[in-house]
């Protein structure tokens, strides 16, 4: 393992790129709302629309979209309609709804998300559920929508890591109040967060015409990365910063990795594998930028 120095703050403006991958992909995701309002009840609509325009930092797509620019296959004039960004949206509705199933009372019982109430709070359980339901089909329609002989491979790519990452949740709850060695842990991280993550930045280089490799090892290294830093701000960070519920973690018994190593080393080991994954995108050259700032950005957030 690549041992980590202090994480180069290159002079790339992250929260401007962020900003600016959210903008374009709302009006897509806008326009998914819109349909279903279209063709289904109103209310369901509504709830959904609650849950997919709520803000949110719209990382995994942030990351889609840079690794289809590093292998040259978008740029940043990049076509809305791509196969990139149609990836990208479908991949923002499948994180989204994991979020609003992960908020249920049977599951992680929160009440606020993305700074404003949890859908099953701002509705019904009922609800809820239904929404998360209805985004995971929509996801797959949205992403299949154009003909492309690449799409049905994301697709594959895209259900095996939202498969991996329903394992994950499973296993997380199945610990709750449970000791885990550190490797159950990581295994757990993996799969949880892990999974799309790695099927954000491997996905979007295959759209972009990439290779597998590096990009499937940088997934997984980013993900096990985000995971950690996102257990750091939920043991040392406030509702009023992240916008959910702090400190829930330790509140439901739940291993990770800094209360096993404590918070020094859980940081230490997360810029390793930022480093690493840093190290492995080096031959991609200019291109590749903005996926290292990405890369550097899922460890030094705050929220």
């Known amino acids: 393992m690549v041992e980590p120095g202090p994480l180069s703050a290159a002079a790339f403006p992250i929260e401007d790129h962020l900003q600016s991958i959210a903008s374009r992909g709302e009006a897509r995701l806008v326009a998914v709302c819109a349909e279903a309002r279209r063709a289904g009840p109103p209310r369901l609509a509504e709830a959904m629309a609650h849950a997919l325009l709520g803000g949110g930092k719209r990382l995994r797509p942030a990351l889609a979209l840079a690794a289809a620019e590093a292998v040259g296959g978008d740029g940043p004039d990049l076509d809305d309609g791509s196969l990139a960004m149609r990836f990208a949206v479908a991949l923002e509705m499948i994180h989204t709804y994991s979020l609003v199933h992960d908020d249920l009372p049977c599951m992680d019982d929160d009440d606020l998300r993305r700074g404003r109430p949890t859908v099953h709070k701002a509705f019904d359980e009922a609800t809820a559920v239904l929404v998360g339901d209805g985004l995971q089909s929509l996801a797959f329609a949205h992403l299949l929508s154009v003909p492309d002989a690449r799409a049905p491979e994301l697709a594959l790519l895209l ?24 490797a159950e842990v990581s295994d757990l ?43 750091l701000l939920d043991l040392q960070g406030d509702a009023a910063t992240l916008g959910k519920r702090a400190g ?56």
């Open 189 to 231: 991280m993996a799969r949880k967060t892990g999974a799309l993550l790695q099927a954000a930045v491997l996905g979007g280089a295959r759209a972009g015409g990439g290779p597998e490799e590096p990009f499937r090892s940088v997934g997984a290294k980013l993900g096990v990365a985000f995971q950690i830093a996102d257990d």
């Open 159 to 182: 259900a095996r890591g939202a498969a991996r990452m329903v394992e994950g949740q499973a296993l997380d709850i199945a610990a709750e109040g449970q000791p885990l060695a550190e």
């Open 248 to 303: 829930k973690d330790a509140a439901l018994g739940k291993a990770t990795i800094p209360s096993l190593v404590g918070p020094a080393e859980a940081r230490r080991r997360a810029e390793a594998l930022t480093a690493e994954a840093l190290e492995d995108l080096a031959p991609f050259g200019p291109r590749a930028e903005p996926l290292r700032a990405l890369a550097r950005f899922v460890v030094s957030r705050r929220r």
